[in-house]
């Protein structure tokens, strides 16, 4: 393994610092996430959790994607999604101890909170309405087709109103379970 051949700009420290970890580290996300990630996804997670240089990574994917190692396929939406081909997912297990099990972890972590934030915006529905005098935020919690409860809130300006929905959207179960717990009390 070529030891440091990564620039560093934005790398936290104990980030990823080797080409080849930042290929074995890509391999071993999208062997281990249940559901596909897309390219630019996994971009937002790794860059911003400050694990490798943003140049770095997307030449590392697109060295996977050459080698076969990972395919990029076109979603519904539009955005390529990644998958692991058996090779891939091979490369990953003989060398992924090479990366910190912390990274590993950390990445993966961040994976599945932007996954799990990405399907609860698809699923509640949340709408925010510009007022004279404020916002209206409405939303919505949806279990299928069935829409379980809806609320509209006012609230002073639309700084206000994307707080909200940023709580919201991080448990949308538990605002739900509070509120029947206090009308039921």
């Given at each position: 393994?070529?030891?440091y051949d990564?620039?560093?700009?934005?790398?936290?420290?104990?980030?990823?610092?080797?080409?080849t970890?930042?290929?074995?580290l890509?391999?071993?996300?999208?062997?281990?996430?249940?559901?596909p990630?897309?390219r630019e996804q996994?971009?937002?997670?790794?860059?911003?959790e400050?694990?490798?240089?943003?140049?770095?990574?997307?030449?590392?994917?697109?060295?996977?994607?050459?080698?076969?190692?990972?395919?990029?396929?076109?979603?519904?939406?539009?955005?390529?999604?990644?998958?692991?081909?058996?090779?891939?997912?091979?490369?990953?297990r003989?060398?992924?101890?090479?990366v910190?099990?912390?990274?590993?972890?950390?990445?993966?972590?961040?994976?599945?909170?932007l996954?799990t934030?990405l399907?609860r915006?698809?699923?509640?529905?949340?709408?925010?309405?510009q007022?004279d005098?404020?916002?209206?935020?409405?939303?919505?919690?949806?279990?299928g087709?069935?829409?379980?409860?809806?609320?509209?809130?006012?609230?002073?300006?639309?700084?206000?109103?994307?707080?909200?929905?940023?709580?919201?959207?991080?448990?949308?179960?538990?605002v739900?379970?509070?509120?029947?717990?206090?009308?039921?009390?």
């Amino acid at each position: 393994m070529d030891e440091y051949d990564a620039i560093t700009s934005g790398v936290e420290p104990g980030g990823l610092r080797s080409r080849t970890e930042i290929k074995t580290l890509i391999c071993y996300l999208v062997s281990k996430l249940e559901t596909p990630i897309t390219r630019e996804q996994l971009s937002s997670v790794i860059c911003e959790e400050g694990i490798a240089n943003y140049f770095e990574l997307n030449q590392a994917l697109s060295e996977v994607i050459q080698s076969g190692n990972i395919t990029a396929a076109d979603s519904d939406s539009g955005s390529s999604e990644l998958f692991i081909t058996p090779s891939g997912r091979e490369f990953s297990r003989s060398i992924e101890h090479q990366v910190p099990y912390t990274i590993r972890e950390n990445a993966f972590n961040a994976c599945i909170r932007l996954q799990t934030r990405l399907r609860r915006e698809r699923e509640h529905k949340i709408t925010i309405t510009q007022l004279d005098n404020g916002c209206n935020i409405t939303m919505s919690v949806v279990d299928g087709d069935d829409e379980l409860m809806t609320v509209t809130l006012f609230v002073a300006d639309y700084e206000q109103a994307n707080a909200v929905k940023e709580k919201f959207l991080s448990d949308p179960v538990k605002v739900y379970s509070n509120i029947v717990a206090l009308l039921m009390a």
